[in-house]
């Protein structure tokens, strides 16, 4: 069984930054693709940031040149510095891994509100 766990949620004022962390525990040693996506109130799930199976970083338009993903030393942890954060980044944001079996886990996600 996989757990992913994501961690550094919480309120800030606009133009503020934040880091989220999320760590993935359990079978992970064929994790293909690991990174973030989001969900507004009212609105879809969407992708923020993510690493591909390649290694690639893919970003949502929305978030190029404010958010950056990163890894851990350990290959089970994503990072996810955001800076220069608006209202509109108001959402719950879920860690994801997809492994090579095609597989997907998702984390319980971690609660972001920026405030105007």
């Known amino acids: 069984q996989v757990q992913l766990v994501e961690s550094g949620g919480g309120l800030v004022q606009a133009g503020g930054s934040l880091r989220l962390s999320c760590a993935a525990s359990?079978?992970?040693?064929?994790?293909?693709?690991m990174g973030w996506y989001r969900q507004a109130p009212g609105k879809q799930r969407e992708l923020v940031a993510t690493?591909?199976?390649?290694?690639?970083?893919v970003y949502a338009s929305s978030v190029k040149g404010r958010f950056t993903i990163s890894k851990g030393n350990a290959k089970n942890t994503v990072y996810l510095q955001m800076n220069s954060l608006k209202p509109e980044d108001t959402a719950v944001y879920y860690c994801?891994?997809?492994?090579?079996?095609?597989?997907?886990?998702w984390g319980k996600g971690t609660l972001i509100t920026v405030s105007s």
């Open positions: 994801n891994a997809i492994f090579s079996s095609g597989t997907t886990y």
């Open positions: 359990g079978s992970i040693f064929s994790i293909n693709a």
């Open positions: 690493f591909t199976s390649g290694g690639s970083t």
